[in-house]
């Protein structure tokens, strides 16, 4: 549609040279209307809403309402009452702009208000200086722009205290909107903004409205139950960032919410912490509450290194071990890529385990795999393949149930020798995998690959050749 406006209005242009009728309409159609279309995608910029995702919207609809515009003009302003006609005009094609605006994009009107809202509370915080911080936020009476502006503040790292505090005091409540929807009431307030920013001075400030028996604090206590994954969501803030500080930081912020809030320690929070092995929150987490589910506390006890308890568990009962913890794993799987090295071998020297039992319908091992990975992440591979790889190989051959094909596969992967090396310290010689190898590539033809690599020098045959998986 743009293309086509674009030629009637060039082509008017043209034409316009010679008739004085057509340089009236450009002059009081297409240019009043270019202008308007101009200005309202300024004003949206200016007011910091991206239009990227909208720019072809406005200018397929303005170009669309434009052409429809210049048409009905060449028609009409031969007619009389050509002023009038101009300005209906107009008129109309701003009510369908509007119109078609609201029905095209539903949420445009709202965000508009949002992104003017936030540009206001934003030049209000830079208006603050120091020492005058009372003054300027004290002379502000309207609710969403302070609950704004504290939504604001508490992104900044460099936001001072006192301002933090001044608009706690002056908002009737971190922890939800009072001008917003009631779907939008919690999930957008200013305690969940900072807490997803990981703001220790903010939640630290804001705690303090969790503590007592008033109403407004059971309302906010409420509000803060209602998020289940909460804190499942905070381990996945400090995993993406990947920070030393990030993980203190969370752990700061865990125990001032739980200090107040107990409730908040889930199976989701435990879930999201088990999966990320983050020994000292797991250990700060137990302090308050282990898990409920007895194979997740298995898992606590294991990574946290607390071997004793974990045999005697398993001694208990053997089976936990085989405890689906995904839909691709187990108890016993989990442990192996997650458990202190000497909790694993305790297990696995125990005689507990019975390896046939933890081969799939496939032939395929997670344990074996999960091992392998761990081993190949670690720079210590060698004295990690020892603690954890070695002791599980010897298991698998001693029961006869070693993965032959998924083996193999690895094998014919291993260019530094890790799995080769470990089944040899298990007790499966060189020739012994050679053999395991092309048995299994006389049944599998497509996991071909030059055996002398395995073990020896013959590793190094072929380096840069590929190997199908």
Known sequence: MPWLFSAIAVGTIIFSFKKPRLQKIILWVVLPQFLMLTFFCGWLSSIGLGITLLLKTLTGLGSLIMTGSLIVMLWVDKRRHAVSLRLACHILAIIIFSL???????????????AD????????????????????????????ILEEMLDIAVLRSDESETVIRLLTDRVESPFYLT???DTQAAQNAPFFTAFNALNVTAIRLFSDALAGSSAQAEKNRRILRQDQRLLARGLREITLNGSPVAEADFMLISKMLLDKEPELLNEAAWRGVLRARYKAIIELFWRYRPPEKRENSVLALAIMGKTPQVIAQINNTPQILEKQSGPYSTLLSDIVYEAEPEVIQRIVN???????????RNGESKILGNALERVRENEESKVLSAQILQPILRGMIAQRALPE????????????????DALSD????????????EKVIVKVPHLRFDTRRICGPGRQIAEDDEYSQ
């Open 405 to 420: 094909e998924q083996t193999t596969r690895y094998l014919s992967l291993d260019r530094r020798g890790i799995l080769s």
């Open 100 to 114: 078609s605006l609201y029905l095209l994009s539903p949420g445009f009107f709202s965000a508009t208000q949002q």
């Open 350 to 360: 125990s005689g507990s385990v019975d390896w046939q039992r933890f081969v799939d």
């Open 179 to 181: 001008t917003a929807t």
């Open 426 to 437: 298990a007790g499966l010689s060189c020739q012994q995998q050679k053999a395991m190898a």
């Open 117 to 144: 809202l936030r540009t206001q509370a934003n030049r209000q915080l830079m208006q603050i200086e120091k020492g005058k911080e009372s003054e300027v936020i004290d002379a502000i009476d309207d609710p969403a």
